[in-house]
């Protein structure tokens, strides 16, 4: 089945820097890979998404990049803020459109803590 | 906008109870999923559920688990003989094509 690998499982950085949050993958059969923010005692929250079809996608400070041959996603936040403290996980999954989807796969998570 | 909501927020029982969790996903979703959290750990796929059957379950959803949608809104997951290591915090999710929509999860605490 698959397997979501994330690192680092900490990171801290200083307001205005930015974050990088990497994650693998072991099937390739994999093509939708959300991420998740999830801040302490509250769901997760979906805050972008790729699907294999695309290389790169960004909304505003976010951005997130996918190598389908190397099975590798990242997450970068630009210009970090304190608001961005929260714990990120990545996952995956296959999605048959129309049809019965696979599991979503998580990663370990991230936890994010941005130094004012 | 819609959410997914689920009760009760927090459920405590003691080992061995019956526990049914309730969410309500989005009315017009189509793929339904629960989802257990440990403190502190990553989220873990337990099973979905689409055209009114499981569709895949992982192997922590044993015998002791099992789901239902009793109707066109409720979709229950009950833990029939609780054991300690199932205190969690339980998320039901439900999507379209894509799965961005997270109830707030059940505290469940097995005493």
């Known amino acids: 089945g698959e397997n979501v690998e994330q690192h680092p499982s900490t990171l801290s950085v200083q307001e205005g820097d930015s974050a990088v949050i990497k994650c693998t993958y072991s099937d390739s059969a994999s093509n939708y890979f959300p991420w998740y923010k999830q801040e302490l005692g509250k769901r997760p929250q979906l805050i972008i998404d790729i699907r294999s079809n695309v290389g790169e996608k960004k909304d505003q400070r976010i951005a997130v990049t996918l190598n389908k041959t190397a099975k590798h996603f990242s997450l970068h936040i630009t210009e970090t803020q304190p608001e961005d403290s929260a714990v990120y996980f990545c996952?995956?999954?296959?999605?048959?459109?129309?049809?019965?989807?696979?599991?979503?796969?998580f990663g370990k998570g991230t936890k994010l803590s941005v130094k004012p | 906008e819609p959410e997914v909501t689920q009760t009760p927020s927090h459920q405590v029982t003691q080992m061995g109870q019956e526990v049914i969790l309730r969410c309500v996903p989005i009315?017009?979703?189509?793929?339904f999923y629960w989802y257990r959290q440990i403190l502190g750990q990553k989220v873990e796929f337990l099973v979905s559920f689409y055209n009114n059957e499981i569709s895949e379950k992982s192997e922590i959803f044993d015998d002791q688990f099992s789901v239902e949608r009793p109707d066109g809104s409720n979709f229950t997951l009950k833990i029939r003989s609780t054991k300690l290591e199932d205190s969690a915090m339980y998320f039901c999710?439900?999507?379209?094509?894509?799965?961005?929509?997270f109830g707030p999860g059940t505290r469940l605490t097995v005493l």
């Open positions: 996952a995956a999954q296959y999605m048959n459109y129309g049809g019965s989807q696979g599991n979503l796969i």
């Open positions: 009315s017009n979703h189509l793929y």
């Open positions: 999710a439900s999507g379209v094509d894509r799965l961005g929509f």
